[in-house]
C-alpha cells in the first residue's frame, strides 16, 4: 500500500510570506503528527491530529497551525514566515492516537528567503 | 530541553566492524523506536521496544530497550556501507503520539 505522501517536497518563500504543506497518511491511518527538523534543534514536534482534531501541541508559537479533513489528510499553514523557518517539514502516519509506531514522509523542504 | 540524548553523534568506521549507539535519559518511556534517515529523505521505521529489556534483532542490527524504560542500544555487527546513515531513537513518554526524538547518530561505513 502506498506510503505517506507530502507535498510539495521543496518550496522557498519570502519572508512575511504563508505557507501551506500537505500530509497523506497511509490508508487507514488516522492520526497525522507534523514534525519540524533542523540542524540545530533535531526533530521538534508541531502537533498531531485525530480525527479532525488537534490532540497535542509542541512548543511552538501561534503562526504554526493544522488540519485534518475527514479523509485524515493534513495540512499544516506557517505564516509571517521567518528566516529561522527553514528546515525539513515531516509529516508522520499512525493508525491510531496512541500507537507505538510512527511512519514520515519525505518531507518538505522549506527555504524562507 | 532534550529529553533524549545519544551518543556518540558522529562515528566513523570501517567496513566489518561493530559498533554501538546510545540513547539514555532520565525519564520513563512507554516506547521507545529507532529509525535510519538518509539526508532529503524521512526517517524510515526500524524497530519498536515497548517491555523493559526488550531485546529485537533485525538481521546484523540488535536493539535493547533498558530495564528501566529509560534508555536504549542499537548495536550492529559487521557494519556495511549500506548502514550509512543518521540514526534516531525517539520515545513516546505516554500513550499519545508526541514522540520525543534523540540528539541523533551520523554513522559513516567506509568501505
Known amino acids: ?113 | 530541553t532534550q529529553l533524549l540524548e545519544q551518543s556518540p553523534q558522529f562515528l566513523s568506521i570501517q567496513e566489518g566492524e561493530n559498533l554501538t549507539v546510545y540513547c539514555n535519559s532520565s525519564s520513563v518511556f512507554s516506547s521507545l523506536q529507532w529509525y535510519r534517515q538518509e539526508p532529503g529523505e524521512g526517517p524510515v521505521l526500524l524497530v519498536t521496544v515497548v517491555t523493559g529489556g526488550e531485546v529485537k534483532k533485525l538481521k546484523r542490527l540488535t536493539f535493547q530497550f533498558g530495564d528501566a524504560r529509560k534508555d536504549s542500544s542499537l548495536h550492529i555487527t559487521a557494519a556495511q556501507p549500506g548502514d550509512t546513515g543518521l540514526y534516531l531513537c525517539a520515545g513516546a513518554p505516554n500513550t499519545g503520539n508526541q514522540f520525543y526524538f534523540g540528539t541523533g547518530t551520523s554513522l559513516t561505513v567506509i568501505p
Open chain 1, 1 to 113: 500500500k502506498a506510503g505517506v505522501t507530502q507535498t510539495p517536497r521543496y518550496l522557498i518563500k519570502t519572508r512575511g510570506q504563508q505557507v501551506t504543506l500537505s500530509c497523506s497518511p497511509i490508508s487507514g491511518h488516522r492520526s497525522v503528527s507534523w514534525y519540524q527538523q533542523t540542524p540545530g534543534q533535531g526533530l521538534q514536534f508541531l502537533f498531531e491530529y485525530f480525527s479532525e482534531t488537534q490532540r497535542n501541541k509542541g512548543n511552538f508559537p501561534g503562526r504554526f497551525s493544522g488540519r485534518q479533513f475527514s479523509n485524515s489528510r493534513s495540512e499544516m499553514n506557517v505564516s509571517t514566515l521567518e528566516l529561522g523557518d527553514s528546515a525539513l517539514y515531516l509529516c508522520a502516519s499512525s493508525l491510531s492516537t496512541g500507537s507505538t509506531e510512527a511512519f514520515f514522509g519525505q518531507g518538505t523542504r522549506l527555504t524562507v528567503v
